[in-house]
């Protein structure tokens, strides 16, 4: 695998002050053996994991749109036809963003490799124990979530555990299976959540990890795998927590006014500043608003968020110009300072009714549901079979999450993708492998069926 361009170097950040942990651009890059000797240049570190994670090829922007722009809800109004293969599930190996998102989500793993591997040996007093565990803690859930975004787009990839300190000292990983992925997933989350401290009772911080997020992220992972009760239990534990998160209402109250930002609805989200601004919201704000509208809702998106038996108050996502252009308008913010949203609370009560049903526990299934669909001014599901549940729960989903990466994987992971999107080929449910990382990898890294 091609990792001479990204993987030996770690980031520093400029000193910041804690209520500022993501707020100053980095100034330079120098080697791991320079960076973490310390409290302050351990902080230093994990600073750096989290600015990788919300970068413009990762969390900013280009791998949430492949969770939207290869569903239903989002059309491309641009002229690049690598965004459009997004769209028409014609992804091809040489594709930019997908080498973009590869490079960008790897670049992030190996800066929690040189936490992991480092922090835990580092002697100073201002590092207790407690702060020691906190700091590796949130590098293992970012792993965790990493090699978690890479298994459900690519299938098995290379699992890399140490830091790069050469150019070519990876050069020979192989390609590890889907199943080896996946369990080296739950493996990060399950030290993630050994190691990292409680929220703070009424007054979480859900721009840093805590054991809760690590808690939140099982859920989603058992979901994933199919284990219901797994799924259910771990979804209850952040549920339960009512001091810290809520569904609060109405449904915009998460993303607006401009002063929502980590809100209880939150469970993980990534902030960003006037100099570390998202990238997302060039994407969606037209031209009237100093944005682009490269990608914008669906026809048929707007027709459902719009009908108010289905949408609800949820229509508050998009907006429409002067022209009658229709956008979409979860990110707004001017400068660019939109938090962009990992997992929240509403996740977690779909989760749990997804695993319920899926366990015959209609009755609490259909509470779950309509506990979000109150939320969204919505009259409560006329579903009563498991099957009508499911799909009232698929269609929730929809419009719950329109504007974040859930839609394509949603599909994926129950099978649907062919029913509902005319996907009928089982290989375009993985991406191809960026064809530069294939041609570099000497073999160890063979291409996905049915692509070149």
Not at 64 to 85: A, E, H, K, P, R
Not at 151 to 179: N, Q, Y
Request: proline fraction near 6%.
């Amino acid at each position: 695998m091609n990792l001479k361009k990204y993987l030996f170097l770690i980031l520093l950040p400029g000193f910041l002050s804690c209520h500022k942990f993501l707020d100053q651009q980095p100034v330079d890059y120098v080697s791991d053996q320079v960076t973490i000797v310390d409290a302050t240049s351990a902080q230093t570190a994990v600073r750096g994991i989290y600015r990788k994670l919300s970068s413009d090829n990762y969390y900013g922007s280009l791998f949430q749109s492949f969770g939207y722009l290869s569903g239903d809800n989002v059309q491309w109004t641009g002229s690049q036809s690598i965004i459009q293969q997004f769209i028409t599930h014609n992804l091809k190996s040489d594709n930019g963003n997908l080498e973009s998102v590869w490079t960008g989500i790897y670049s992030t793993i190996n800066l929690a490799n040189h936490v992991i591997t480092k922090v835990p040996g580092v002697k100073d007093p201002s590092l207790t124990q407690a702060l020691s565990n906190q700091l590796t803690g949130e590098a293992y859930l970012i792993r965790a979530l990493s090699y978690f975004d890479l298994v459900r787009t690519w299938g098995g990839v290379p699992i890399v555990l140490t830091p790069t300190l050469t150019p070519s000292d990876k050069d020979t990983v192989k390609r590890s299976t889907a199943a080896q992925v996946y369990a080296q997933v739950l493996s990060d989350l399950n030290t993630a959540e050994n190691l990292l401290p409680a929220p703070a009772s009424g007054s979480p911080n859900p721009v840093r990890a805590n054991k809760e997020t690590a808690q939140a992220l099982k859920a989603r992972y058992y979901l994933y795998q199919g284990q219901w009760a797994d799924a259910a239990n771990y979804a209850s534990l952040v549920i339960g927590d009512v001091k810290n998160y809520t569904l609060l209402k109405p449904y915009s109250a998460f993303f607006f006014p401009a002063s929502a930002i980590a809100t209880k609805e939150s469970v993980f989200e990534l902030s960003y500043s006037a100099t570390n601004t998202n990238g997302h919201r060039g994407y969606w704000q037209p031209p009237a608003n100093g944005g682009t509208r490269q990608w914008a809702p669906s026809d048929a998106f707007i027709s459902l968020v719009n009908d108010p038996t289905i949408g609800g108050n949820r229509n508050t996502l998009v907006a429409k110009t002067s022209a009658g252009l229709w956008y979409g308008n979860l990110y707004y913010r001017s400068p660019a300072t939109d938090p962009a949203y990992i997992i929240r609370i509403a996740e977690l009560y779909l989760i749990r009714a997804e695993a319920r049903a899926q366990q015959d526990d209609v009755s609490d299934a259909l509470a779950d549901l309509d506990t979000v669909r109150a939320r969204a001014a919505l009259v409560p599901s006329t579903a009563t079979t498991k099957d009508d549940i499911l799909l009232a729960i698929e269609n929730e989903r929809r419009i719950e999450f329109a504007f974040e990466p859930h839609r394509w994987y949603d599909l994926v992971r129950t099978g649907r993708a062919a029913a509902v999107l005319g996907v009928s080929d089982p290989r375009k449910y993985v991406f191809p492998l960026p064809i530069a990382e294939v041609n570099l990898s000497k073999g160890n890294l063979p291409q996905n069926d049915g692509y070149q």
